[in-house]
């Protein structure tokens, strides 16, 4: 196991509302990322936390935004949630200097499904 | 074209062979790079960092070739447990901090 944790486990939530993904890193590590999986693709890049702020962003809209606490944990919220936004939802923690080199390492993920 | 590109799958392999996968990466600045393997409804786990040099762990074999901007990964001796996803990626700090995963190749290891 990675010591990654997200919850909830699964979700379910109708079109339009907002929700709340939580993620506690690895202990040591200093970054979180959060990443969007639809059924039979990649993983995509929502974006990076590192100390606090945000370090990098994908091709994702600002209804997505995100925050990292001081202990490192982080949160990811979806405000005005469409159907496409059902998935599973990755958070990866590691451990970086703000370059980017380091190996991440991922919690279960949360599965979300709008309705 | 996609910024990290896989070979498209599945594989089919028996037991014992030997399967080799490719990926391509269209941006020259990336710096840093990665196999992992996906198990069904799993997240994905780190199988190995890909250096210039070549890395190698037990039947793993992974190659970056910064020149022709592909990185490989080699399965020597497949076991049914090899069975998985294997996704590549590829780190870089191009406008700020971005992961590109690609879409993953789908491995079966028959008995």
């Known amino acids: 196991e990675t010591g990654v944790t997200q919850s909830p486990t699964h979700l379910i939530k109708t079109r339009g509302q907002q929700v709340t993904l939580r993620c506690s890193s690895q202990?040591?590590?200093?970054?979180v990322s959060w990443y969007q999986q639809a059924l039979g693709q990649g993983p995509q890049f929502i974006f990076q936390?590192?100390?606090?702020?945000?370090?990098g962003r994908g091709n994702f809209p600002p209804r997505f935004s995100g925050l990292q606490f001081p202990n490192y944990s982080s949160e990811l919220n979806v405000n005005a949630l469409e159907l496409d936004d059902s998935a599973l939802y990755l958070c990866?923690?590691?451990?970086?200097?703000?370059?980017?080199?380091?190996?991440?390492?991922f919690g279960p993920g949360t599965r979300l499904t709008v309705t | 074209r996609k910024e990290v590109e896989q070979d498209p799958g599945p594989f089919n392999v028996p037991e014992g062979a030997t399967v080799a996968f490719n990926c391509t990466y269209s941006?020259?600045?990336?710096?840093?790079f990665f196999w992992y393997r996906q198990d069904c409804r799993k997240e994905p786990k780190l199988l190995m960092s890909?250096?210039?040099s070549g890395n190698e762990d037990g039947r793993f074999t992974a190659q970056l070739n910064r020149a022709s901007q592909y990185i490989s990964l080699l399965i020597r001796d497949s076991k049914l447990s090899d069975s998985a996803t294997y996704l590549c990626?590829?780190?870089?700090?191009?406008?700020?901090?971005?992961?590109?995963f690609g879409a993953g190749t789908r491995l079966f290891v028959k008995a």
């Open positions: 890909v250096y210039s």
């Open positions: 202990s040591g590590h200093n970054t």
């Open positions: 936390y590192y100390r606090e702020e945000e370090n």
């Open positions: 990626v590829v780190n870089g700090l191009t406008g700020g901090f971005k992961t590109i």
């Open positions: 990866a923690s590691s451990w970086e200097q703000g370059r980017g080199n380091y190996e991440q390492y």
């Open positions: 941006n020259s600045a990336s710096q840093s």
